[in-house]
């Protein structure tokens, strides 16, 4: 028997949050979907998600305009989204492109690809990444051992272990205590 599945093997898609502070999330359902069941550890009130949904005319929960608002403001507030599609690979949503996302994403990768992440192992180590930030325009088209090897860095920068990631089984063990996000 195995320890690790190997995410090739998946035939659904593998997801992820990882908070500013590199708490990386497994979301099992989608992204918006832990943010709506936790919304105290995104900085966000039950009563601000159901605004903005109600603001869009949109179901709660569902995948439209209210959630794209959600998630982009997250984004301005350092999360990183990640979803992996089968079969096209990784779709990494960002801010902007900062020496601490190039470091939490480089770890990520190494994580990913050598020990695994909550039992889940990447075996494809050419398999895709796509970076995009959507505050400075920033697009990056790699692969995930690329990401590893330190793709993203810039002559001078290098890893910094200070900013290595942390993996947790629920969004209720975020450590990170984000400022609320009232002005959304």
């Given at each position: 028997m195995r320890l690790n599945t190997y995410l090739n093997e998946i035939t659904g898609t593998v997801a992820y949050w990882i908070s500013p502070r590199g708490e990386v999330l497994p979301v099992s359902t989608n992204h918006i979907d832990i943010i709506i069941k936790n919304p105290k550890k995104f900085g966000l009130t039950t009563e601000k998600i159901e605004k903005i949904y109600a603001d869009h005319n949109e179901r709660m929960?569902?995948?439209?305009?209210?959630?794209?608002?959600?998630?982009?403001?997250?984004?301005?507030?350092?999360?990183?989204r990640i979803r992996r599609y089968r079969n096209q690979g990784y779709s990494v949503n960002v801010d902007k492109m900062t020496k601490k996302i190039k470091d939490t994403l480089f770890d990520w990768a190494n994580k990913l690809l050598n020990k695994g992440i909550n039992g889940m192992k990447e075996g494809d180590k050419f398999i895709p990444v796509n970076i995009l930030g959507f505050g400075d325009h920033f697009l990056k088209r790699t692969t995930i051992q690329k990401v590893a090897d330190d793709?993203?860095?810039?002559?001078?920068?290098?890893?910094?272990?200070?900013?290595?990631?942390?993996?947790?089984?629920?969004?209720?063990?975020?450590?990170?205590e984000p400022k609320r996000m009232d002005d959304l």
């Open positions: 929960g569902s995948e439209g305009d209210a959630r794209e608002e959600i998630i982009l403001e997250l984004l301005k507030h350092n999360w990183i793709v993203l860095y810039e002559a001078h920068e290098s890893f910094d272990i200070n900013n290595s990631v942390v993996i947790v089984e629920s969004a209720e063990d975020f450590t990170y």
